[in-house]
């Protein structure tokens, strides 16, 4: 019944593989976030798009690249990961920054 | 930036107790304040929150407290039963701008039945 989708549910990659992660959100929100969820970290935000700029990047490594081409869907692009990288990664929405995110269902992302 | 510190990190109560969990936050900015509820394996889903110009709210069983002279704010909840074991998160941003949430390090609670 979420109103923010993401795909795929599950991923493993080898550490020289090129994938990405996607979502969607149909609420009508205007900023949209993505999250890292890991044991050391419970709830760690990447990165932080309004109106389709991206508006803070929490000093993430640049083998993460995002992709907002409108305000409805959000790339997550991840290139030469390292094992740590390993985590479940959660696409948020909101209106205007304002209250509640709605999360998606996250990626299980596994690197080998 | 904000810092929110949450606790206790894990909470174990006997089903039909209260459980209480507490966060703080240091930038006295910070006017929006959620509590989200993770199930094993879903995703976060938000559960009650609280704006600066009130000092408590109730849900059923749930309620928040607010300090904002304390700057701390806490999850409240009674009679307590197996399905509210789960992680519970708290989050604190100014809500203007384009800020995003901070978020607690997360109390994972267990319903002993």
């Known amino acids: 019944e979420t109103g923010v989708t993401q795909t795929p549910r599950h991923l493993v990659m080898g550490m020289t593989n090129k994938k990405s992660l996607k979502c969607e959100q149909h609420?009508?929100?205007?900023?949209m976030y993505w999250y890292k969820q890991s044991a050391k970290k419970p709830l760690e935000l990447m990165f932080v798009?309004?109106?389709?700029?991206?508006?803070e990047n929490n000093s993430v490594p640049s083998r993460f690249s995002p992709e907002c081409p409108n305000s409805s869907h959000l790339f997550l692009h991840l290139h030469t990961l390292q094992p740590e990288d390993s985590a479940l990664y959660l696409c948020?929405?909101?209106?205007?920054?304002?209250?509640?995110?709605?999360f998606g269902d996250g990626t299980r992302l596994s690197i080998l | 930036g904000e810092n929110v510190e949450q606790h206790p990190s894990t909470l174990s109560v006997q089903e039909g107790d209260s459980a209480v969990i507490k966060c703080t936050y240091s930038?006295?900015?910070?006017?929006?304040f959620p509590w989200y509820k993770q199930e094993l394996g879903k995703r976060p889903q938000l559960i009650i929150d609280?704006?600066?110009?009130?000092g408590e709210k109730k849900d059923q069983r749930i309620a928040v407290t607010l300090n904002k002279t304390a700057k701390h704010f806490s999850l409240h909840i009674t009679e307590t039963q197996p399905e509210d074991s789960a992680v519970y998160f708290c989050?604190?941003?100014?809500?203007?701008?384009?800020?995003?949430?901070?978020f607690g390090s997360g109390t994972r609670l267990q319903v002993q039945p």
């Open positions: 930038d006295s900015a910070s006017n929006y």
């Open positions: 798009y309004s109106l389709e700029e991206r508006v």
């Open positions: 948020a929405s909101s209106q205007d920054h304002g209250g509640a995110q709605h």
């Open positions: 989050a604190a941003k100014v809500d203007t701008g384009r800020r995003a949430l901070t």
């Open positions: 609420l009508g929100h205007n900023a």
């Open positions: 609280i704006r600066s110009n009130v």
